[in-house]
T-cell receptor
Framework: GAGVSQSPSNKVTEKGKDVELRCDPISGHTALYWYRQRLGQGLEFLIYFQGNSAPDKSGLPSDRFSAERTGESVSTLTIQRTQQEDSAVYLC??????????????FGPGTRLLVL | GDSVTQMEGPVTLSEEAFLTINCTYTATGYPSLFWYVQYPGEGLQLLLKATKADDKGSNKGFEATYRKETTSFHLEKGSVQVSDSAVYFCALSTDSWGKLQFGAGTQVVVTP
């Protein structure tokens, strides 16, 4: 089956615009995670979904960031009024379960966001 | 808070050389430990993991042992190949939701 997919693969936007990043997890995976990787840094956790609820949003850097998930399917990460410091690669991962034996996270290829 | 520290790269070595990438962690509780790898042009993928002290994870000739006494999870491979050129990330998870905390990554370049 297909892996985790993300779209767009690249996005260039102007400061102040809103952007939406999409993640299609592996079918049947109940857990979904968003991370971001800024240049020269490690991955930072943003948000975790179990089904369509988000019990851990602790990594969202500001109220300009939000995310939703439809059932156990697609998730969208929205960044409002983008700033230059939002430039990063945004990675999505899904797993069959959260933690435990089924908890291996499978990552998508990422969306490279550049805010001018 | 929890954190992962890994050696800075790039690490450049010749084919068939021995590779070690150091990783140490700080965590409350008893984390699970992971090594992820990102090959050029590809997504991040799990290389190996260990879930409790003294466990050894292994895959594709790579090994890492969970050392609680030194809070370390160093990655080793006895004889690297050009195809091992990639960025390697050490990570930990301490919560039941599986949230990962990553190190900064170490780029490894293997030359023929």
């Amino acid at each position: 089956g297909a892996g985790v997919s993300q779209s767009p693969s690249n996005k260039v936007t102007e400061k102040g615009k809103d952007v939406e990043l999409r993640c299609d997890p592996i079918s049947g995976h109940t857990a979904l995670y968003w991370y971001r990787q800024r240049l020269g840094q490690g991955l930072e956790f943003l948000i975790y979904f179990q089904g369509n609820s988000a019990p851990d949003k602790s990594g969202l850097p500001s109220d300009r960031f939000s995310a939703e998930r439809t059932g156990e399917s697609v998730s969208t990460l929205t960044i409002q009024r983008t700033q230059q410091e939002d430039s990063a690669v945004y990675l999505c991962a899904s797993s069959f379960t959260s933690g435990g034996a089924g908890g291996t996270q499978y990552f998508g290829p990422g969306t490279r966001l550049l805010v001018l | 808070g929890d954190s992962v520290t890994q050696m800075e790269g790039p690490v450049t070595l010749s084919e068939e050389a021995f590779l070690t990438i150091n990783c140490t962690y700080t965590a409350t509780g008893y984390p699970s430990l992971f090594w992820y790898v990102q090959y050029p042009g590809e997504g991040l993928q799990l290389l190996l993991k260990a879930t409790k002290a003294d466990d050894k994870g292994s895959n594709k000739g790579f090994e890492a042992t969970y050392r609680k006494e030194t809070t370390s999870f160093h990655l080793e491979k006895g004889s690297v190949q050009v195809s091992d050129s990639a960025v390697y990330f050490c990570a930990l998870s301490t919560d039941s939701w599986g949230k990962l905390q990553f190190g900064a990554g170490t780029q490894v370049v293997v030359t023929p």
